[in-house]
């Protein structure tokens, strides 16, 4: 399967239309001439093949001969004296086969250009294309009237309305309303932000509840959504091209095998010795070895729900050093879960947390489906609320069995107590973390703390990555450099970087490339992508979904199991190793090959059957790759995450130490 090298051409529209038919038109002569020979005789079968041999191949031998003239030796260069010496041979099955091959190879790796092309694709069609905005002169004030206009007349200065539900158009500054503000596509972090006048917002995040008035501060082409749209851009043309495992291969024995045709013309003066050496040096092993090896390996790796979009990516996986993971969605489950209870004095944990759920079963804050949760679990009986009153990202209230209760923002709960002042929660104002403070009747009863989730038999991964050969472990997130920091402490790992927006994130890891390392980088939001399009091997997480980072990346993990991470690493190096063997077996049987036939003692037909032998031996030697090993490495290092916690993963990571007054669930 031969692949894009530095020194291919820019391919067009036309040019990959017509790499799609070649492979079709290959494949339709073979199978019409297969039919021919069964029902007319093999003569007429030879004419059909020559046939199609000459209109497929001719494409392929021009193309080539003008990568030869600016000295690009690859299989296409092999193949192509293949085609060539099959027409004069009169043996056009062979020359069909190997055009089949060729051409089939690099309308797969077109494929793949597309598919990675479709990242920008996906995020350009999500971008906002309407902005409400306010007719000059007019007060903007939330309900008033708007007109819509494209986001790209949207000048600095504009006032535009901003709905539930919609993404910022452009990047502003609210002047009025107040509302909650997903920031996820452009922080990765979950939480939504309290959005309220002089609050600065971002184009790409998404207003969840009321509507809210902006000045818009950049036009939309100059916005941060923008920017991650053309860092993904950049990013993907600027990727260094890969050269393939054949070409590699076939840089030097392309040149030797035009050397013993000389040497063997001049030595003997015969032609069909030429032919001969010709015919058995082929490049199937080149050809074939690689692909079906790959293909295999790639088969085998569906299997354990890890996609691999091309064969090029399964071979830069195979020599991955280092490893960036980004934080939230990628190491930890993404969503804050309840990590305790610290009550008041009067007040148990159980009340605080079933009164706090009975309320929070009306609210739509993200938040409130993690309280409930918790009080679910630990099977207490929620009531039913009355009188509920939500104020949009700040707390709810209401009335449960006859007590008045409140929970949110600790500013929203001392609206609600009596005597807010010298409150016993005075102490836990400043530390790190999330909180939900409780008041029920007027009274601060208690404070619900909560802290995202780390995936199970993350130290164990990372043990594995190291036993797999991985040099670096890297940890990029934009959440706090403290809370980043704690958590690499936790897994592991020695290299953690937080605050980082997706332009930083993808200098690390353009940096990380710049020094040598060969990056797999793995996200799961849409401000990895830009990374995960710069690094090497980017890896996408898609238990739930994918969308644009599934896009963005070479390889894409179907469930959210981290130790899939490993296993690719290990299929892709074991897949690599035979490929290898397989080529290096091929070449050298077909060196051999190459010597009788110089000697006179092989004539090109025999040497058509003695290759077509190698050819078998290299597939059956590269089929290997979709078997099962005897020993699974990743499913020693599960055994391993089961035995030593068989709950793993179901403790949260406390943003800071806890107090022994707080009550931990679970």
Not at 138 to 161: C, I, M, R, Y
Not at 356 to 375: I, K, N, Q
Not at 486 to 495: I, K, L, S, Y
């Amino acid at each position: 399967m031969p692949a894009r090298t530095t020194h291919d051409e820019p391919s067009s529209g036309h040019s990959r239309s017509a790499g799609r038919l070649l492979p079709q038109l290959a494949l339709a002569f073979l199978a019409v001439g297969a039919i021919v020979r069964f029902t007319s005789g093999p003569s007429n079968a030879d004419a059909v093949w020559m046939t199609g041999l000459v209109v497929t191949g001719a494409p392929v031998v021009w193309r080539t001969l003008r990568r030869f003239a600016s000295g690009h030796f690859a299989t296409d260069l092999v193949a192509t004296l293949a085609v060539t010496t099959s027409v004069i041979l009169l043996e056009p099955l062979a020359g069909l086969v190997i055009v089949l091959m060729q051409t089939g190879g690099e309308a797969l790796e077109h494929y793949a250009e597309g598919r990675a092309s479709a990242a920008v694709r996906a995020l350009e069609e999500e971008a906002p294309r309407i902005a409400h905005r306010f007719p000059n002169g007019e007060a903007p004030l939330v309900g008033g009237a708007t007109d819509d206009v494209g986001v790209a007349v949207v000048a600095v200065g504009d006032h535009l309305l901003v709905r539930p539900g919609e993404m910022v158009p452009c990047d502003a500054v609210v002047v009025a309303g107040s509302s909650s503000v997903d920031t996820s596509r452009l922080t990765g972090e979950p939480m939504p932000v309290r959005a309220h006048a002089g609050v600065a917002l971002s184009s790409g995040s998404v207003n969840l509840e009321g509507a809210l008035v902006a000045r818009a501060t950049a036009t939309a082409g100059a916005s941060q959504y923008a920017r991650i749209v053309e860092l993904v851009r950049s990013a993907q043309s600027t990727k260094a091209p890969l050269q393939r495992l054949a070409d590699r291969y076939a840089a030097w024995f392309t040149p030797v095998t035009l050397l013993a045709c000389a040497v063997t013309y001049v030595a003997s003066g015969d032609v069909e010795r030429v032919l001969a050496v010709l015919v058995v040096a082929t490049p199937c092993p080149l050809i074939l070895a690689t692909p079906i090896a790959i293909i295999g390996g790639v088969n085998r790796a569906a299997r354990r729900l890890i996609v691999v979009k091309h064969g090029g990516a399964f071979e830069q996986l195979a020599g991955v050093t280092a490893v960036v993971f980004d934080k939230t969605g990628t190491l930890t489950v993404g969503t804050p879960m309840v990590s305790g209870v610290m009550p008041v004095a009067g007040f148990s944990h159980v009340d605080v947390l079933r009164l706090a759920a009975s309320v929070e079963r009306a609210s739509g804050h993200p938040l409130a489906r993690s309280v409930v949760d918790a009080a679910e679990q630990r099977g207490l009986e929620l009531q039913t609320a009355a009188e509920v009153h939500e104020s949009p990202g700040r707390g709810v209230s209401g009335m449960v069995n006859g007590w008045r209760v409140s929970v949110g923002a600790r500013d929203f709960v001392a609206g609600c107590v009596d005597a807010p002042q010298g409150t016993p929660l005075a102490d836990v104002a400043d530390r790190e973390g999330l909180r939900a403070h409780v008041a029920i009747d007027g009274k601060f009863a208690g404070v619900i703390e909560f802290a995202d989730e780390l995936r199970p038999g993350l130290p164990q991964m990372f043990g594995a990555l190291r036993d797999a050969g991985v040099r670096r472990c890297v940890l990029l997130s934009g959440d706090s450099v403290a809370h980043t920091s704690a958590m690499a402490m936790r897994v592991g790992v020695t290299e953690a970087r937080g605050g980082l927006l997706p332009s930083d994130k993808l200098d690390v890891v353009a940096g990380l490339v710049r020094d040598g390392e060969r990056v797999l980088m793995v996200g799961d939001g849409t401000n990895d992508a830009p990374a995960l399009s710069a690094a090497t091997v980017g890896v996408a997480l898609a238990g739930h979904g994918g969308g644009i980072t599934a896009e963005a990346a070479d390889v894409v993990i179907l469930n959210d199991d981290l130790t899939r991470v490993v296993e690719a690493i290990r299929i892709s190096r074991r897949t690599v190793r035979i490929a290898r063997q397989s080529i290096w077996t091929g070449l050298g049987l077909s060196a051999a090959a190459m010597l009788v036939a110089a000697a006179g003692y092989i004539p090109p037909p025999i040497g058509a059957l003695l290759q077509e032998a190698i050819d078998v031996a290299v597939i059956l030697n590269a089929l290997r790759t979709s078997r099962q090993p005897r020993k699974t490495p990743t499913s020693s290092v599960r055994e391993a995450i089961e035995q030593r916690n068989p709950n793993a993963g179901t403790a949260p990571i406390s943003a800071s130490t806890t107090k022994s007054a707080t009550v931990p669930l679970g």
